[in-house]
């Protein structure tokens, strides 16, 4: 009696672990697959969230430097008129000091202007991969609300199967008369199982990964374009260069 119950419980835990995903309901592996559909579009949501706000940052950033770039200007543009006034009352070693304080001002510009560039180009490729996120979402948003639609369409005909089955076995017991078999719960569970691998969809963000290049400015770089700046700026304020010694 011993040996044959220990015999029966190796068979039950064989039959088990070997017909686990036969025997599971449809109806949870239904809603699990939605609610994984569901997790995923959250997470692209947020990824999408993320690219559009760095495009938003660097808007800032440009922003905030367009600002800081008017403001050196009328500093150096100052210096210069300072200087030039110094020099017309004869105090040269003044001029001079405002001359170099209006070069300063002008090298800040220089550099930020090579700033600016680069954001104005990450901000460039920015904007496709946010427009690339936004369709990402979109698109995986009409997938999840397609597949809301195809759980409505599979519980209904998991309903009825189960209706199928109830109605077969209750023919079998009526009558020992052999009656045409009707579909079987585990044929109703194969379809739906086909039909929600067709159904699962994921939507993916393909947002190139942005490269971006330091600008190693050299010094003397900085210098040459700050004094273009510094020119110009004179030449705005209708200023002579100043003769050297």
């Known amino acids: 009696m011993i040996r044959f119950t220990t015999r029966a419980i190796r068979y039950l835990g064989a039959f088990l672990n070997g017909k ?18 569901q997790r995923q579009h959250g997470m692209l949501s947020d990824q999408a969230g993320a690219v559009i706000g760095h495009q938003r940052e660097l808007e800032i950033k440009i922003a905030r430097a367009g600002t800081e770039a008017r403001r050196l200007r009328e500093c150096a543009g100052q210096a210069l008129l300072l200087a030039e006034r110094s020099r017309a009352s004869g105090d040269a070693a003044r001029a001079a000091d405002h001359e170099a304080t209006a070069r300063v001002f002008a090298n800040q510009l220089a550099s930020l202007d090579s700033t600016a560039k680069t954001l104005a180009e990450l901000h460039a490729k920015a904007l496709v991969d946010a427009g690339a996120a936004r369709k990402a979402v979109e698109q995986n948003r009409y997938v999840l609300q397609h597949q809301l639609t195809e759980r409505s369409r599979l519980l209904g005909e998991l309903e009825a199967a189960k209706l199928a089955e109830r109605m077969n076995a209750a023919l079998q017991q009526v009558s020992a008369i052999g009656t045409r078999e009707l579909p079987t719960l585990t044929d109703v569970r194969d379809r739906i199982d086909r039909k929600m691998a067709v159904a699962t969809g994921r939507g993916e963000l393909a947002a190139e990964s942005v490269d971006v290049r330091a600008l190693d400015v050299e010094r003397s770089v900085i210098d040459r374009e700050g004094e273009e700046r510094l020119e110009e700026i004179r030449k705005d304020l209708g200023l002579e260069r100043p003769k050297v010694g």
């Not at 686990?20 to 309901?25: H, S």
């Open 20 to 37: 686990l995903d036969e025997v599971m309901d449809p109806r949870v592996q239904i809603e699990q697959a939605i609610a994984e559909a």
